[in-house]
T-cell receptor, first 113, second 110 residues
Framework: EPEVTQTPSHQVTQMGQEVILRCVPI?????FYWYRQILGQKVEFLVS????????KSEIFDDQFSVERPDGSNFTLKIRSTKLEDSAMYFC???????????FGSGTQLSVL | QQQVKQSPQSLIVQKGGISIINCAYE??????FPWYQQFPGKGPALLIA?????SEKKEGRFTISFNKSAKQFSLHIMDSQPGDSATYFC?????????FGTGTRLKVLA
């Protein structure tokens, strides 16, 4: 089965630093998402992306966050100035035009010190 | 965000027993009702899903029951196995937005 690939698997950064989390969605998918999960708890929606623009974002996705699909294959999440509370597992997901099954990557564990 | 509530938060079942997890939602625009299974250190993976035109769907040991008027749907795991021990999330969706429930940690005792 095709996979969503996320890199790195772990990222440690200092508070106030910028981080970029990278994802390669499944090649024929059209809708892309970032979610985050703190310590195995609720999976929280951050942002959805379609046709090279944000289609929806949550309250969590403030001005410190941005997403980009720079080259038609990668999908990135940037956190401009990380805070301690940004520490979480970040999941990228994608789905096709039917928008039914969400395919998730294995996640990037972000630790902000 | 739209409210999606799951119950129970955690569940312990003996091997061979039935596990039942419930999901209640508010948004009547949802038109796709999936359950995701997540193992530690992994992303959620689709387990089973239903569209609102049917009230029940069965795939192997897993069954979804859907009650449109009550705005609820449930996951039944028959003959629960230790390998089913995981966290389960409902994630009703509509217009390409998926809202995950609060999660249920299932532990199946051998």
């Amino acid at each position: 089965e095709p996979e969503v690939t996320q890199t790195p698997s772990h990222q440690v950064t200092q508070m106030g630093q910028e981080v970029i989390l990278r994802c390669v969605p499944i090649s024929n998918h059209l809708y892309f998402y970032w979610y985050r999960q703190i310590l195995g708890q609720k999976v929280e929606f951050l942002v959805s992306f379609y046709n090279n623009e944000i289609s929806e974002k949550s309250e969590i996705f403030d001005d410190q966050f941005s997403v980009e699909r720079p080259d038609g294959s990668n999908f990135t999440l940037k956190i401009r100035s990380t805070k301690l509370e940004d520490s979480a597992m970040y999941f990228c997901a994608s789905t096709d035009h039917l928008a039914e099954k969400l395919f998730f990557g294995s996640g990037t564990q972000l630790s902000v010190l | 965000q739209q409210q999606v509530k799951q119950s129970p938060q955690s569940l312990i079942v003996q091997k061979g027993g039935i596990s039942i997890i419930n999901c209640a939602y508010e948004n009547t625009a949802f038109d796709y009702f999936p359950w995701y299974q997540q193992f530690p250190g992994k992303g959620p993976a689709l387990l089973i899903a239903i569209r609102p035109d049917v009230s029940e769907k069965k795939e192997g040991r897993f069954t979804i029951s859907f009650n449109k008027s009550a705005k609820q749907f449930s996951l039944h795991i028959m003959d629960s196995q230790p390998g089913d021990s995981a966290t389960y999330f409902c994630a009703p969706s509509g217009t390409y937005k998926y809202i995950f429930g609060t999660g249920t940690r299932l532990k199946v005792l051998a």
